[in-house]
C-alpha cells in the first residue's frame, strides 16, 4: 500500500520530476526585462516564477551596488528572499573591482581590497556561494599580468576565509598574447587553485579558435563553473561542442553551470531564447542532473 502511495505520488508530478537538472540563468542574458531597479520592481516575480517552471534551479546576477549595497535595487536578504519564493537558488553574482594604472604599477590593492570587504559581507548576506569577475581586459606586460594574479589570489583568501569562492570569467582577450606568453596560461600558472577558479565562457574560447576540453585536460580541476553559451540558442549555431564539454566536466572540476545569452538572431524574444536553452540541457543526454 505504500509503495502504491508513493507511485501515484511520483505519477501525480508528471515527467518533469525526472528530467530536472541543476542549473542557472545569468541574470544579464534579460537585462532588458530586468536589468534596473525599476523593471526589477515591476517584473521579478513573474520571470523568476517562469525561469523555474522551464527549468532553471539558479540564478546569477549582474546588478551589484557595492555603493548601496544592492542587487537590482534592493538589499541581498530581500534578492535572496526573491529568488527562494520562485524556487531558484541565489547562486552566484558577478562583481568585481578592478585596479586602476596606478595600482597596476605600484603593485598596490590595498584600498581595492577594502572594496572587497563589503562586497563580500553583502554577497554572503544574500546566500551566494560564489563571486565572479566579469573581466579586466588584457594587462600590457607581465609586471601587470603578476599584480593581477596576486590581486586575484588575495581576493581569493578573502573570499576563503567568508565561505565563499572566487572566480574569473573569460571571453576571448584572455587567450592573447603579454609578452609572448598566453595571457590565460600565465593567469593560470600563476593563480592559486585553492583559492581561485576559472569561469569559463564556452562561446567566447571557441571563438578565440581554442578549444575549452583542451583546457579543462591541460588544467584540470580548475573550472568549478561554466558559463554555457552559443551564438544565440543552444545547440543552434553548431560552433560549441557542448556534449564533449559536459561528457569532460570530471576532468574540468565542474561544480555549476550557468546559461548566458547576449540575445537573439530577431526571431524571438529572449526569454523564449532562455526557454528554449532549458529545454535543450532537459533534452541532452549528455548533462547529468548535478555535478556538485
Not at 532588458?32 to 522551464?54: C, D, M, R, T
Request: net charge neutral.
Amino acid at each position: 500500500m505504500k509503495k502504491l502511495i508513493i507511485l501515484l505520488a511520483v505519477l501525480s508530478m508528471g515527467l518533469s520530476a525526472f528530467a530536472k537538472k541543476q542549473m542557472g540563468l545569468q541574470l544579464y542574458s534579460i537585462r532588458e526585462v530586468i536589468g534596473s531597479p525599476e523593471k526589477y520592481a515591476q517584473n521579478h516575480e513573474e520571470v523568476f516564477k517562469k525561469l523555474a517552471s522551464w527549468g532553471y534551479t539558479a540564478i546569477e546576477a549582474a546588478s551589484y551596488d557595492q555603493g548601496k549595497g544592492t542587487f537590482y535595487g534592493v538589499s541581498p536578504q530581500q534578492f535572496r528572499a526573491d529568488c527562494e519564493a520562485a524556487g531558484l537558488e541565489c547562486l552566484s553574482s558577478h562583481a568585481t573591482r578592478g585596479l586602476n594604472g596606478d595600482e597596476l604599477k605600484n603593485h598596490d590593492f590595498t584600498e581595492a581590497l577594502k572594496w572587497w570587504d563589503k562586497a563580500i559581507a553583502d554577497h554572503k548576506a544574500a546566500g551566494m556561494k560564489y563571486i565572479v569577475t566579469p573581466g579586466w581586459g588584457v594587462p600590457k606586460t607581465l609586471q601587470e599580468a603578476q599584480t593581477l594574479c596576486d590581486y586575484t589570489n588575495a581576493i581569493g583568501q578573502k573570499c576563503k576565509e567568508a565561505g565563499l569562492k572566487y572566480g574569473y570569467h573569460t571571453h576571448s582577450g584572455e587567450f592573447r598574447k603579454v609578452e609572448g606568453q598566453v595571457w590565460m596560461d600565465y593567469f593560470m600558472q600563476h593563480t592559486d587553485p585553492t583559492l581561485f577558479f576559472w569561469q569559463m565562457d564556452t562561446y567566447w574560447c571557441v571563438m578565440a579558435q581554442q578549444s575549452p576540453v583542451q583546457y579543462f585536460k591541460k588544467y584540470p580541476g580548475r573550472f568549478a563553473m561554466l558559463h554555457i553559451k552559443d551564438l544565440y540558442e543552444l545547440g543552434e549555431s553548431g560552433m560549441v561542442d557542448f556534449n564533449a564539454i559536459y561528457r569532460n566536466a570530471e576532468t574540468a572540476g565542474l561544480c555549476d553551470y550557468i546559461v548566458e545569452m547576449e540575445g537573439t538572431d530577431g526571431t524571438i524574444d529572449i526569454m523564449e531564447g532562455v526557454r528554449r536553452c532549458a529545454a535543450y540541457l532537459l533534452k541532452n543526454k549528455n548533462v547529468r542532473k548535478s555535478y556538485r
